[in-house]
């Protein structure tokens, strides 16, 4: 892997590239995706670089009709029915595409603002801080992480996250960093 440090994530031939010391060396930095980038890097590594992937699929154009599926819970508490088929639309969504957006879910926008600015805050800290919050079991309430399934997947996602788990008990304001705080 190249970077402006040499410290770093190692990278080596096809010939000798070892995965798993990899993925250990990325885990064990606990700086996620964001901290390779902070800490000068200047090439891919090898284990974000899916091999098998045919650049010549079918994606859905944004001009498809076919798109991304919105779904409206409008009314969702107060009708049993519409209840039960919004319920549908969730499913089918996320067996078809895995993701959705919902519109008209009783959620202020300025909490979802609030929210995004909280983890976008939570991201732009320094290493050391962000490193307070790492772990891989996902039963931590507050948790800092990359790729949940790291060791598991063919290849890592380019992606860091942020997790709460909100159910049955949602944590408490002191339980979140003091950046999400608010």
């Not at 040499?6 to 250990?24: A, H, M």
């Not at 090898?46 to 409008?74: A, C, L, W, Y």
């Not at 490193?131 to 996902?138: L, P």
């Not at 060791?151 to 996602?157: D, E, G, H, L, S």
């Given at each position: 892997?190249?970077?402006?440090?040499?410290?770093?994530?190692?990278?080596?031939?096809?010939?000798?590239?070892?995965?798993?010391?990899?993925?250990?060396?990325?885990?064990?930095?606990?700086?996620?995706?964001?901290?390779?980038l902070?800490?000068?890097l200047?090439?891919?590594?090898?284990?974000?670089?899916?091999?098998?992937?045919?650049?010549?699929?079918?994606?859905?154009?944004?001009?498809?009709?076919?798109?991304?599926?919105?779904?409206?819970?409008?009314?969702?508490?107060?009708?049993?029915?519409?209840?039960?088929?919004?319920?549908k639309?969730?499913?089918?969504?996320?067996?078809?595409?895995?993701?959705?957006?919902?519109?008209?879910h009783?959620?202020?926008?300025?909490?979802?603002?609030?929210?995004?600015?909280?983890?976008?805050?939570?991201?732009?800290?320094?290493?050391e801080?962000?490193?307070?919050w790492?772990?891989?079991?996902?039963?931590?309430?507050?948790?800092?992480?990359?790729?949940?399934?790291?060791?598991?997947a063919?290849?890592?996602?380019?992606?860091?996250?942020?997790?709460?788990?909100?159910?049955?008990?949602?944590?408490?304001?002191?339980?979140?960093?003091?950046?999400?705080r608010?």
């Amino acid at each position: 892997m190249e970077s402006s440090n040499s410290d770093k994530i190692p990278s080596g031939k096809v010939s000798d590239y070892d995965r798993k010391t990899e993925l250990k060396f990325f885990d064990d930095s606990k700086l996620g995706v964001k901290g390779l980038l902070d800490a000068g890097l200047t090439k891919i590594p090898r284990m974000f670089i899916n091999d098998q992937h045919k650049t010549h699929t079918n994606p859905v154009s944004p001009s498809s009709p076919e798109g991304v599926p919105i779904i409206d819970f409008k009314g969702i508490d107060e009708d049993e029915v519409l209840r039960s088929q919004i319920i549908k639309k969730v499913v089918e969504a996320c067996e078809k595409w895995g993701f959705f957006q919902v519109v008209n879910h009783g959620i202020p926008e300025s909490v979802l603002n609030a929210m995004i600015d909280g983890v976008r805050g939570f991201h732009e800290q320094d290493d050391e801080t962000k490193k307070v919050w790492y772990s891989r079991d996902s039963q931590t309430k507050v948790r800092f992480s990359s790729n949940f399934d790291l060791y598991k997947a063919r290849m890592a996602n380019w992606r860091d996250s942020l997790s709460c788990l909100m159910a049955p008990d949602p944590p408490l304001p002191e339980q979140l960093p003091a950046v999400c705080r608010q």
